[in-house]
């Protein structure tokens, strides 16, 4: 027996929340999702990751909740979704449970649901004034292709330019989407320079713990690591500074 | 456990008997006889068996027979008009963009779906719609001119 959860109204809608942050159902799919204009003013970075996910034939059917819970390193969407702080609500028989993201993926190809329990929204916070996020990867190949590495950052400016919350989060490079506590923390408070950003880049390489394999080698993969997320900042800077975006 | 999946497939309602396990490649190919829809990597990757749900481009493999239920299908049989071709199918033929031919239903639905939604695509956004699309004889170019050539021809048709 088979059911097919696509059809239960939650799980296939995207709403504002009260505090005017995103409720996304777990089976959206992203084509669904592009073609939601306000979620895209809000959230171009995510539409723009999950739109690196397949081809545009799998993109009628992935979903950010499928993204997550097939617990890939390399999961396009997932990065940028950490970095924002995204949460989500699972529901399962003995209730229903929110946890944040960063949570869920526990080893590859796993993550922190029980047999019992089922994923069914993605929580998107509210865009806060003078923030940006995106994220970016690097595939040997332009299309079809999974990440060797990839870099999702979130960015908030304090009223003096300064850099007042940043988050990085990294693909590919570690069993799990990896957080580099190390860089963000090297960036708070600071003036946004070319020079910081890039030394902040160049710590997240660091934190990296990636492996050698067909795809890449380890030193590649932090090299890469070190160009995307500097890249990622600078984008995420400019951003942010133009107003970024007033929900 | 079979049971009864009812669906529009190219303007006609359909209706057959389905394996919980059986994808909509199968119920297509094996119970509705289209044939047309091909298989090829039965995993996603490769778009032989592209076919339209609600005008969106899907892996025939990759959708369960029972998620058909109720659905708008439109496979390569439904393109055409009678025996006057889709301008895609037209221009695919003029410009060689067809060689052994097992990819082409499906680089035919997956142009289709882009130029219903982008009826002047660049030839960045043609490369892009037909990604999922694996095609191992023609390099691709003559693909992409003939899709070219058939967003101009509606373009043309749809100002006269």
Sequence with gaps: ?247 | MKTVVQCEVNGEPREALVDPRDTLLQLLRDRLGLTGTKEGCSNGNCGSCTVLMAGAPVCACLVLAGEAEGAHITTIEGVADGNDLHPVQAALIQHGGTQCGFCTPGIVLSAVALLAETPQPTSGQIRHAIAGNICRCTGYDKIVTAIAAAAAEMQAGARQ
């Design chain 1, 1 to 247: 027996m088979i059911v097919d959860l696509k059809h239960i109204g939650e799980m296939c809608s995207v709403v504002r929340t009260p505090d005017k942050g995103w409720r996304i159902g777990a089976a959206v799919s992203v084509r669904q999702l592009g073609a939601n204009g306000d979620l895209a003013r809000d959230y171009p970075g995510l539409i723009e990751a999950a739109q690196l996910i397949g081809s545009l034939q799998v993109q009628s059917r992935a979903t950010l909740g499928g993204n997550l819970c097939n617990g890939a390193p390399s999961a396009d969407a997932v990065p940028l979704m950490m970095s924002i702080e995204a949460r989500v609500e699972i529901a399962g028989t003995r209730g229903r449970r929110m946890v944040n993201i960063e949570s869920l993926p526990v080893a590859p190809g796993k993550v922190a649901l029980t047999p019992d329990e089922l994923l069914v929204a993605v929580l998107l916070p509210p865009r806060p004034a003078r923030s940006a996020a995106r994220y970016l990867r690097f595939t040997p190949r332009r299309e079809m292709d999974i990440a060797i590495a990839g870099s999702g950052v979130a960015v908030r400016l304090g009223a003096a330019g300064e850099i007042a919350h940043a988050r990085i989060t990294l693909a590919s490079v570690a069993p799990v989407p990896l957080r580099a506590t190390k860089a963000e923390a090297r960036l708070i408070g600071e003036r946004p320079t070319a020079a910081l950003l890039a030394e902040a880049a160049r710590i997240a390489a660091g934190e990296a713990k990636p492996i050698s394999d067909t795809r890449a080698s380890a030193d590649y993969r932090r090299e890469l690591v070190a160009v995307l997320t500097r890249r990622a900042l600078d984008a995420c800077v400019a951003e942010a500074g133009v107003g970024g975006s007033k929900p």
